[in-house]
């Protein structure tokens, strides 16, 4: 079955500093990855995605992400954060067969220092 | 519409009671997912719908929950006999082709149920 690990709950990062949030998939076969980023009082709303091709996808909102396989992770970076970012940010994984279902990771919270 | 719609936003049932939670899709959306999201943790799959058919039940935590999309626009979740452990954000969410991983899945703000 597939799953995601996000190993930070909460992250702390000063205005203008970079960042990088983990995400960690398993899945047998070829993944699908998203990041979403959920504000409070908002939905869920896509950053970024990757499915085949350039392992290093751009996003909205200046995110990026690199897809390793061999370490099955999928990190999020932004290089200058602003304190508009201050949200929860869920990686997820659907597989390319079989559930068409998004499986999410349980987020992390991140909070922007001024 | 321009987005998912929820409603209602905020239910609050008294233990035992049954609710209806509404989802309207964009136009158009093919794909209608249902998810429920417990406090401090991340959504967790319900159900799927492609146009009018419920292809996956299989997140349903128990037969108190049950899904429709009869016209394959409009979904309910309802929920009978509404138990504390059923406390959670409802989301729905909606895309234009069949499943998650062809298309971008679009959000609505959910509806937030507290049984007490």
């Known amino acids: 079955a597939q799953s995601v690990t996000q190993p930070d709950i909460h992250i702390t990062v000063s205005e203008g500093a970079s960042l990088e949030l983990r995400c960690n998939y398993s899945?047998?076969?070829?993944?699908?990855l998203f990041w979403y980023v959920q504000s409070p009082g908002q939905g869920l709303q896509l950053l970024l995605k990757y499915f085949s091709g350039d392992t290093l996808v751009q996003g909205i909102k200046g995110f990026e992400a690199e897809f390793k396989r061999s370490q099955s992770s999928f990190n999020l970076r932004k290089p200058s954060v602003h304190w508009s970012d201050a949200a929860e940010y869920f990686c997820?994984?659907?597989?390319?067969?079989?559930?068409?279902?998004?499986?999410f990771g349980s987020g992390t919270r991140l909070q922007v220092q001024p | 519409g321009a987005g998912v719609s929820q409603s209602p936003r905020y239910k609050v049932a008294k233990r035992g009671q049954d609710v209806a939670l509404r989802c309207d899709p964009i136009s158009g959306h093919v794909s209608l997912f249902w998810y429920q999201q417990a406090l401090g943790q991340g959504p967790e799959f319900l159900t799927y719908?492609?146009?009018?058919?419920?292809?996956?039940k299989s997140g349903l935590p128990s037969d108190r929950f049950f899904a429709e999309r009869p016209e394959g626009s409009v979904s309910t979740l309802k929920i009978q006999r509404t138990q504390q452990e059923d406390s959670a954000v409802y989301l729905c969410?909606?895309?234009?082709?069949?499943?998650?991983?062809?298309?971008?899945?679009?959000f609505g703000e959910g509806s937030r149920l507290t049984v007490l």
């Open positions: 997820a994984v659907v597989g390319d067969t079989g559930r068409r279902a998004l499986t």
């Open positions: 719908f492609q146009n009018e058919a419920q292809l996956d």
């Open positions: 969410a909606s895309s234009f082709t069949g499943g998650s991983n062809t298309g971008e899945l679009f």
């Open positions: 899945y047998g076969a070829t993944p699908y």
